[in-house]
T-cell receptor, first 111, second 112 residues
Framework: RKEVEQDPGPFNVPEGATVAFNCTYS??????FFWYRQDCRKEPKLLMS???SGNEDGRFTAQLNRASQYISLLIRDSKLSDSATYLC????????????FGGGTRLMVKP | NAGVTQTPKFRILKIGQSMTLQCAQD?????MYWYRQDPGMGLKLIYY???????DKGEVPNGYNVSRSTTEDFPLRLELAAPSQTSVYFC???????????FGPGTRLTVT
């Protein structure tokens, strides 16, 4: 089983739609969770951290379910500019307690 | 702050040549990382460093070497380039291992 697992997509949605991605992780002791965004041929950039109580940033909402070991990202009112790959990122208690990146979910928002 | 900078942006190497990819950060981060990303694939960790003078292997270290003589700089050395090393290389840094990472713009390397 991969340590951080995501549906690679692509998710094709019309502008204005609501879309949700899930990500599962294998280490129940993980303590840090993030969503990153990566545009085509660009570096990954932090979209938002994911807190235990859930958090919202404008049209984006992130949720953490520790019992089931998954995190989710909800995007409301999708814009063309939301088209990108979304990376789920989790820390693991390996050497250095470092972050592990999922393979990403590709989102394409169509006019 | 410039954040994380990488040079060069692009490079074409012939098989068997060597080169150094430069990475620098001005955020006083302890941790630095090198990843490679093949087309349509996820990030793979090559090497990382938890502080000056300390480096360790990641998932795919073969064919690469690193050094960390200062907090700011973390160069990646490719010896005897092979076509399998054609990829985009990203450098990143973070304050601690479980903190968010900040990425440089990447170096696109082609080995022919």
């Amino acid at each position: 089983r991969k340590e951080v697992e995501q549906d690679p997509g692509p998710f094709n949605v019309p502008e204005g739609a609501t879309v949700a991605f899930n990500c599962t992780y294998s280490n129940s002791a993980s303590q840090s969770f993030f969503w990153y965004r990566q545009d085509c041929r660009k570096e990954p950039k932090l979209l938002m951290s994911v807190y235990s109580s859930g958090n919202e940033d404008g049209r984006f909402t992130a949720q953490l379910n520790r019992a089931s070991q998954y995190i989710s990202l909800l995007i409301r009112d999708s814009k063309l500019s939301d088209s990108a790959t979304y990376l789920c990122v989790v820390n693991f208690n390996n050497a250095g307690n470092m972050l592990t990146f999922g393979g990403g979910t590709r989102l394409m928002v169509k006019p | 702050n410039a954040g994380v900078t990488q040079t060069p942006k692009f490079r074409i190497l012939k098989i068997g040549q060597s080169m150094t990819l430069q990475c620098a950060q001005d955020m006083n981060h302890n941790y630095m990382y090198w990843y490679r990303q093949d087309p349509g694939m996820g990030l793979k960790l090559i090497y990382y460093s938890v502080g000056a003078g300390i480096t360790d292997k990641g998932e795919v270290p073969n064919g690469y070497n690193v050094s960390r003589s200062t907090t700011e700089d973390f160069p990646l050395r490719l010896e005897l380039a092979a076509p399998s090393q054609t990829s985009v290389y990203f450098c990143a840094s973070s304050y601690y291992g479980h903190y968010e990472q900040y990425f440089g713009p990447g170096t696109r390397l082609t080995v022919t």
